[in-house]
C-alpha cells in the first residue's frame, strides 16, 4: 500500500567545525530516549537532515556552526550539502495517518563563531501530529519546534515501512527565537530555507 500527500565555508569556520566536532564526541548526550520497552522488535530507520550549500556559505559567514552528536552521523556531498543522519530509537505513531512521535538518537550541538555562545539539542524526535522537528535545549525541559517539512512533502507505507520526503525544510519560529536568543545573533527567522528532510520509520512491534 502506497500513499503520497503534499503539506505545508571559509577554512577557519571548517577548522572550527571539526574541532567542535571532535569535542562532541565527548559530550554525554543525557536524556536521550531508549528504545521502546518490551517491544519484541524495536522501531527503526532513520532521519536525515540535509543542510543546503547555499544555507552552509550563509550560515559560515555569519559564523554559524551546526554539527549532529552522537549517535547521529554527519556527511558531506559536494552537490546536496552537509547531511546530519539521527538514528530512530523509538515511536508507535503513524506518518500516513498524522499522529504520533518518532524518537530519535543523538543530537545537535549549534555554535556562534562570534559570540562564542553554543546550545546543544537532545531528545529529538518528529512529530507527526504537528509535522515538526523538535528537539530539547540543554538546560530546559520541554521540547522546542526547530524544523518544519516544507515544499513538496511525499509521504508512503510500504508493508511496515513508512517514509517522508520533504523537498524543503524550514526553520520554525519557536527555534528561530530559542537559537538568536541562546547565541547572541540575529541570523535565524522564521521559514528560512535550510535544506531538505528525509524520515524512513518502521514503528515497534
Known amino acids: 500500500?502506497?500513499?503520497?500527500?503534499?503539506?505545508?565555508?571559509?577554512?577557519?569556520?571548517?577548522?572550527?567545525?571539526?574541532?567542535?566536532?571532535?569535542?562532541a564526541l565527548a559530550l554525554v548526550t543525557a536524556g536521550a530516549v531508549?528504545?521502546?520497552?518490551?517491544?519484541?522488535?524495536?522501531?527503526?530507520?532513520?532521519?536525515?537532515?540535509t543542510e543546503s550549500n547555499a544555507f552552509f556559505q550563509q550560515a559560515a559567514l555569519a559564523g554559524i556552526v551546526a554539527v549532529p552528536l552522537p549517535s547521529a552521523t554527519a556527511s558531506y556531498d559536494g552537490s546536496?550539502?552537509?547531511?546530519?543522519?539521527?538514528?530512530?530509537?523509538?515511536?508507535?505513531?503513524?506518518?500516513?495517518?498524522?499522529?504520533?512521535?518518532?524518537?530519535?538518537?543523538?543530537?545537535?550541538?549549534?555554535v556562534d563563531v562570534r559570540t562564542g555562545r553554543s546550545v546543544a539539542f537532545t531528545q529529538l524526535a518528529f512529530s507527526a501530529d504537528t509535522w515538526q522537528l523538535?528537539?530539547?535545549?540543554?538546560?530546559?525541559a520541554a521540547p522546542v519546534a526547530l524544523f518544519d517539512p516544507a515544499g513538496e512533502n511525499t509521504v508512503t507505507r510500504s508493508g511496515a515501512v513508512q517514509s517522508l520526503t520533504a523537498s524543503s525544510?524550514?526553520?520554525?519560529?519557536?527555534?528561530?527565537?530559542?537559537?538568536?536568543?541562546?547565541?547572541?545573533?540575529?541570523?535565524?527567522?522564521?521559514?528560512?530555507?535550510v535544506g531538505s528532510f528525509a524520515l524512513t520509520y518502521t514503528p515497534a512491534s
Not at 3 to 14: E, G, L
Not at 134 to 140: D, E, Q, R, Y
Open 1 to 23: 500500500m502506497s500513499t503520497a500527500t503534499t503539506r505545508r565555508p571559509a577554512r577557519p569556520v571548517a577548522r572550527f567545525a571539526a574541532a567542535v566536532a571532535a569535542a
Open 80 to 110: 546536496a550539502g552537509f547531511s546530519g543522519s539521527f538514528p530512530v530509537t523509538g515511536g508507535t505513531g503513524s506518518l500516513t495517518d498524522y499522529y504520533g512521535q518518532v524518537q530519535l538518537g543523538g543530537g545537535l550541538l549549534v
Open 169 to 193: 525544510l524550514t526553520v520554525d519560529a519557536e527555534g528561530a527565537l530559542l537559537l538568536d536568543q541562546r547565541l547572541g545573533t540575529s541570523f535565524f527567522t522564521a521559514g528560512q530555507s
Open 134 to 140: 523538535t528537539g530539547v535545549p540543554a538546560g530546559g
Open 34 to 49: 531508549a528504545p521502546s520497552a518490551g517491544a519484541a522488535v524495536p522501531a527503526a530507520g532513520s532521519a536525515v537532515v
